[in-house]
């Protein structure tokens, strides 16, 4: 590949910040503490922490000691975080997050992303990635994205690649979980060359071609 060299004076800042994305199906709301019932109530299925460093929270009071944690990385500017809205109903589907944000290299993560199975193999995890991704590439003049799962996460691996993103390879001993497992986390990645193409892929896949 050869090497890129960008003009910096026609980029737009790259600052990250709470945005409300709208869509279709979904609505990424900027996470605030009158969602912490949303969220509690969306993510009862233990399974949606299966593969995550936290455990599940078990009450409304360790959802929003949670929720202050985010807010908090939040107010520090280090993660930009949405609550996932499913826009026929109202209801709070999930949540996810722009993380580990780079400003100096224009760069950010998408990730701590769960969907309720409620709204699983629907639309909205794949419009809510959709979101992201045209605000970051589009709005903020992002020049790397990443998505990282743990190795043993084949449905989310799957996912990932249905974007269109490119596998970078794994981390070996990358992540302690709060049970002791020892992860490797696979890494992907989406560069501005790529986006048109992802771009369209998932244009197609919401308009159901």
């Known amino acids: 590949m050869p090497i890129a060299k960008l003009d910096l004076a026609s980029l737009p800042p790259f600052d990250p910040q709470p945005v409300t994305l709208e869509g279709t199906h979904v609505r990424l709301e900027p ?51 949405f609550a996932t809205i499913h826009r026929a109903s109202g209801a709070v589907a999930g949540s996810t997050q722009y993380l580990d944000i780079t400003r100096k290299h224009r760069g950010l993560e998408i990730g701590a992303t769960w969907i309720s199975p409620a709204y699983q193999r629907t639309a909205v995890n794949t419009e809510a990635k959709y979101l992201m991704l045209r605000h970051a590439f589009e709005r903020l003049g992002a020049i790397r994205v990443w998505l990282k799962t743990d190795s043993r996460n084949l449905r989310s691996q799957q996912a990932i690649e249905r974007l269109g993103a490119q596998r970078e390879g794994t981390l070996r001993h990358h992540m302690l979980l709060f049970d002791g497992t020892v992860r490797d986390t696979v890494f992907y990645s989406i560069i501005p060359a790529e986006w048109p193409a992802v771009r369209e892929r998932l244009e197609a896949a919401l308009a159901g071609r």
């Open 31 to 81: 996470m605030t503490m009158a969602h912490a019932e949303g969220l509690h109530t969306a993510s009862r299925d233990p399974e949606l922490y299966r593969y995550l460093p936290r455990p599940q929270p078990q009450t409304p009071a360790e959802t929003r000691a949670w929720l202050a944690e985010v807010l908090a990385a939040a107010q520090a500017g280090t993660v930009v975080p």
